[in-house]
């Protein structure tokens, strides 16, 4: 398996790099020939048959090009075959054929692997840049061919294949281990030479049902699929890990620009769109890719791939199948993360938490008819955390239960406060739950003691999930949600569209309410297709019995457009912006239908 396994990487690399050549210099041909211990024995790969046949003449003659410059680790030029007198065996024996060869070593540092060969049907000369572009092409499929069979050889070491330390059983990829040793040494030379670091976190989607329902050993066929068709992508120098279950990591280093690296993760999402071939099954599969970097200069530590995992998990909150950058540069500016994954234990019980408040609008006239509560944390030293960075630290230090059971609880004692102050005026209360805390043990059960403990209205509360509660198991979700439905709460279906889920996909779901991400109604005004858009979904989600509410409106002209495509509600700060409970009792007092002019959220952006 491991020797098929390296087999299978070694040709593709060849191959590649064979058609690579051939498609950008016309009326070209290329052979490439992989020498393995000493010349004895060699691979061969080639853009046709007649590249593939000089490769394999020079190799049972023992003369040509391509064998001096694999022996001298130098380019080898013959411009006229028929008259070159190195070569007269070949010579006679390609006559008709390739009658101008030049080849190229595959090197890397000390090390000759081979030799790419071009040829042509006529004498000619090769250009001093089209040699510079082919040697650099050659130098890169170098470095890829030692790491693949570097890790074959690694694997070797004491029959180690699955007792190899440093890389995965399964995949053969570098394991953890290795990953971290990768990044000590990435971070020594992001020191030394000011270079920059990214890290990408892929998670595939739903991997947790292929094995549930075809079993763990074509979960493993696809594992080792996947792995293969991320390695075709990464560059050599770059690092590909599998760091656990259906987990790969990139580390990239020296990239010049952070475009590289989202061009990187954009090919990553792409390679999943043809289907995968494991345990003689197709398999569509997508995965979630989170994104971390750190500049020029800047420290390097295993936070860079915990950072990358919680973007991964932002991508698959919004339905997978996307990626997601955290920017270092942005986050350290605003905190520390380690400090705030240990400073947010205890935070709501030292009263830096809170909620605020904003109210949800019938689309037609402005009257508030509910309200969404949104999490405050104000740190006592960097100041206001913004709520998703609050909520992805309390994800991943496995807080959000306790978090989340605090807002559900305060929110409907707050209500209760309202409703006291404004019997006249029974709001809606919406809160957000967060697919971690949906599928913890016991949600349900959960919800209703906050119900019983509160005397809150269970039709009045709407709970708000993302499309990432359908990704992971969605039979586990599908189950909670109808537990929660049987409590008589509602159910929204929070940024819809952000992710990968149809409305289609979504019927089977108990869903009340879907809510258009603000990114479209954004789009309204700019761009034509953004008001087609809002107007199918709605289309869409009434035909499947749910109601539609618009999220960050802030133009007139946005209010106006999702009222007439028919968006039941909107929210958004052209009506309100978030507030505190406080001043949401003096909203309530105004007259209703008028959109509020309060300040600006000013303590929390
Ligand atoms: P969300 O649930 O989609 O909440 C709406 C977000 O959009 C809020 O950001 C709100 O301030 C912002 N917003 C509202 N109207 C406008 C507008 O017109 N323009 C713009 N640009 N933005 C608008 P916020 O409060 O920063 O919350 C961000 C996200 O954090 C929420 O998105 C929600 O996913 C999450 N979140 C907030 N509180 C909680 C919570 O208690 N639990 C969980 N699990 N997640 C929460
Ligand atoms: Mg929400
Ligand atoms: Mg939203």
Redesign the pocket.
Same mark, same amino acid.
């Given at each position: 398996m491991p020797k098929q396994f390296e087999r299978r990487v070694v040709h593709g690399i060849l191959v590649r790099l064979a058609q690579e050549v051939a498609a950008r210099y016309s009326g070209w041909d290329a052979g490439v020939t992989l020498r393995l211990g000493g010349t004895t024995r060699s691979r061969t790969a080639s853009s046709d048959q007649a590249a593939g046949d000089f490769e394999r003449r020079q190799v049972r003659l023992r003369e040509g090009p391509s064998l001096t410059a694999f022996s001298t680790g130098q380019f080898v030029r013959v411009d006229d075959l028929a008259g070159d007198q190195r070569y007269p065996r070949l010579a006679a024996a390609s006559l008709g054929g390739a009658a101008a060869a030049f080849s190229f070593p595959l090197r890397h540092g000390e090390t000759c692997l081979g030799a790419l060969t071009l040829t042509r049907d006529v004498p000619c000369q090769l250009d001093e840049q089209m040699r510079s572009a082919v040697q650099a092409l050659a130098d890169v499929a170098a470095a890829h061919l030692l790491s693949a069979t570097a890790r074959r050889r690694a694997l070797a070491v004491s029959d180690g294949y699955r007792e190899s330390s440093l890389h995965d059983a399964l995949t053969g990829l570098p394991n953890r281990l290795l990953l971290q040793q990768r990044l000590e040494h990435a971070a020594r030379r992001a020191q030394r030479s000011h270079c920059a670091v990214a890290v990408l976190f892929a998670d595939l989607d739903r991997f947790k049902s292929v094995n549930d329902t075809y079993g763990h050993a074509v979960g493993d066929e696809l594992l080792v699929a996947v792995a293969e068709r991320l390695e075709a992508l990464v560059r050599p120098g770059d690092t590909l890990a599998r760091v656990s279950g259906d987990e790969f990591v990139v580390l990239c280093e020296d990239f010049a620009d952070p475009d590289d690296v989202e061009r990187l993760a954009v090919r990553i999402g792409d390679c999943f769109t043809a289907p995968f071939l494991a345990g003689g099954i197709l398999l569509h599969c997508t995965a979630s890719v989170g994104i971390a970097y750190s500049g020029p200069g800047e420290s390097v530590t295993d936070q860079l791939v915990v950072d990358a995992d919680m973007a991964m998990y932002q991508a698959k909150k919004q339905g997978g199948a996307v990626h997601k950058v955290i920017d270092l540069r942005d986050a350290q500016d605003v905190h520390d993360r380690t400090r705030l994954e240990q400073d947010l234990h205890g935070a709501a019980s030292r009263g830096e938490l809170a909620?605020?408040y904003?109210p949800i609008v019938r689309s037609r006239d402005g009257l508030v008819t509910g309200v969404? +509560? /949104?999490?405050?944390w104000t740190h006592p030293v960097s100041g206001p955390v913004? +709520? /998703?960075v609050a909520?992805g630290v309390a994800e991943r230090n496995g807080l959000?239960g306790e978090?989340?059971a605090w807002?559900l609880e305060q929110g409907c004692r707050d209500r209760a406060l309202w409703l006291a102050a404004h019997p006249e005026r029974p709001l809606s209360l919406s809160?957000?739950?967060?697919a971690l805390?949906l599928m913890g043990l016991g949600f349900a059960a959960d919800v209703r003691d906050v119900l019983a403990a509160t005397g809150m209205d269970p039709a009045a509360l709407v709970l708000?999930v993302?499309e990432g509660v359908f990704i992971e198991d969605a039979d586990r979700a599908l189950g909670v949600l109808d537990d929660l439905k049987a409590l008589g709460v509602a159910l929204a279906l929070?940024?819809f569209g952000t992710g990968y889920c149809s409305l289609g996909y979504l019927r089977r779901f108990p869903v009340d309410v879907v809510?258009i991400?603000?990114g479209f109604i954004a789009d309204i005004g700019r761009d034509p297709a953004g008001v087609a858009i809002v107007g199918a979904v709605t289309t869409l989600a009434h035909a499947l019995g749910m109601r539609v509410t618009a999220?960050?409106?802030?133009t007139e002209q946005q209010r106006a457009e999702v009222d007439s495509i028919g968006c039941e509600s909107s929210?958004?700060?052209?009506f309100a912006?978030?507030m505190t409970g406080d001043d949401l009792v003096v909203h309530l007092g105004r007259a209703p239908g008028r959109p509020l002019l309060l300040p600006p959220?000013r303590a929390?952006v």
């Open positions: 909620l605020w904003q969404e +509560a /949104l999490l405050r913004p +709520a /998703l909520v959000i978090i989340g807002v809160v957000n739950v967060s805390q708000e993302t929070d940024d809510k991400d603000q999220e960050g409106i802030e929210q958004g700060f052209l912006r978030p959220e929390h």
